[in-house]
C-alpha cells in the first residue's frame, strides 16, 4: 500500500524578519517513502520543514500538495493529510499523556462530535506502538526527555495522516531509543506506505534509514537522491566542511561515515574506502 499524495518546492524562498534562509529551493518528495534532510546547523532543514507544514509563509514561490498551493488549502483538510512533529514542542501544562496524544484525532472530529470508538483504537494503537502505554495516565511534565520524545511521536502517529514530517524525532533519546523510534517509522511506511519526510543530525542513521536523502547547503539543495549517490566524501565536504572517509555499512550495505578528526585520525584508510 501506498499513498500518491504529491508534496514539493517550487522556487521556494523562506527568512524571519530581514534575514533570508532559504534561497530558490526546489524538491520533490517521493511518495511513499522514506526522505531524510541532512545538513550543517542553520543551513534551513527545520525552517523548510515547517513551511512544507505550513508554519511559515514562502517569501516566494511555493509548496504544492497534490497540485494545490498548501498555503491555500483549508486547514482541516492539510491536518487530515500532513502531520507534523515540531523540534521543540510544547505540551499544555499538567495534561496527561492520554489526553495528550488525544489531541491527535482532532483534524478527524466534527463540530460537536463524540469521542468514537475509532478514536481510542488510534489512540490506543499509536500509544503502543510507540512503547507508552503504560505511561498513559502519567503527566507530560513529570517524563523524562526521551518519553516524553517517544508521546510525542504517539500524538503525531494518532493523527493517522498519509504524510508525516517530522523534525529531528530522535532528539533526547538514547542509542537504543533511537534505533528503536526510525525502525518505528520504518514499520509506519512498510505497513500503511505513509510518506515520511524528517530531518535527522546523524548522517549514519539517515542513511541506514532513508530511501531518499536531501542534502542542503546554505539555504539549497545541494544534493538528492538515493543514500548511496548523495553521501559521498565530496559531499559531506561541501555540506558539513567535514572531512570523512564513506565505506560500506556492514550492516545495511548502505554509506557509513567515518568523521577525520585532527585526533586518532592517522590509523591506514581500509582497502575500498573511499
Known amino acids: 500500500m501506498t499513498t500518491d499524495h504529491q508534496l514539493s518546492a517550487q522556487g521556494l524562498g523562506l527568512g524571519y524578519g530581514d534575514r533570508t534562509v532559504v534561497t530558490d529551493l526546489d524538491l520533490v518528495v517521493p511518495p511513499g517513502r522514506v526522505t531524510a534532510i541532512v545538513g550543517a546547523n542553520a543551513c534551513g532543514k527545520s525552517t523548510l520543514l515547517r513551511s512544507m507544514a505550513r508554519l511559515l509563509s514562502p517569501r516566494e514561490g511555493r509548496v504544492v500538495l497534490d497540485g494545490e498551493d498548501l498555503h491555500r488549502l483549508p486547514t482541516k483538510q492539510v491536518a487530515r493529510t500532513l502531520g507534523l512533529l515540531p523540534q521543540a514542542p510544547v505540551a499544555p501544562e499538567g495534561i496527561a499523556v492520554g489526553d ?17 470508538a475509532e478514536d481510542d483504537t488510534a489512540v490506543a494503537a499509536a500509544l503502543e506502538a510507540t512503547g507508552t502505554t503504560e505511561l498513559a495516565d502519567r503527566c507530560v511534565d513529570e517524563l523524562s526527555g526521551g518519553q516524553r520524545q517517544r508521546v510525542w511521536i504517539a500524538m503525531a502517529l494518532a493523527q493517522q495522516t498519509d504524510l508525516l514530517l517530522l523534525d529531528e524525532p530522535t532528539t533526547y533519546l538514547d542509542v537504543a ?43 539549497r539543495v545541494y544534493a538528492a537522491g538515493d543514500p548511496g549517490e548523495v553521501l559521498t566524501a565530496e559531499t559531506v565536504r561541501a555540506v558539513f566542511g567535514l572531512e570523512c ?4 555499512d556492514p550492516t545495511s550495505g548502505r554509506p557509513m561515515i567515518l568523521p577525520l578528526g585532527r585526533h586518532r585520525a592517522s590509523a591506514p584508510v581500509p582497502v575500498g574506502v573511499a
Not at 496524544?101 to 478527524?108: A, E, I, N, S, T
Not at 533511537?178 to 535527522?200: R, S
Not at 572517509?245 to 560500506?248: A, F, K, M, R, T
Request: net charge negative; proline share 3%.
Open 100 to 116: 495528550l496524544v488525544g489531541r491527535g484525532r482532532q483534524p478527524h472530529q466534527r463540530m460537536f462530535a463524540r469521542w468514537s
Open 245 to 248: 572517509h564513506v565505506l560500506p
Open 177 to 219: 531509543h533511537q534505533v528503536e523510534v526510525l525502525d518505528l517509522l520504518l514499520d509506519l511506511n512498510a505497513a500503511h506506505g505513509t510518506t515520511i519526510v524528517m530531518v535527522l543530525h546523524d548522517l549514519n542513521l539517515a542513511a541506514r534509514y532513508a530511501d531518499h536523502l536531501i542534502a542542503m547547503a546554505d539555504g
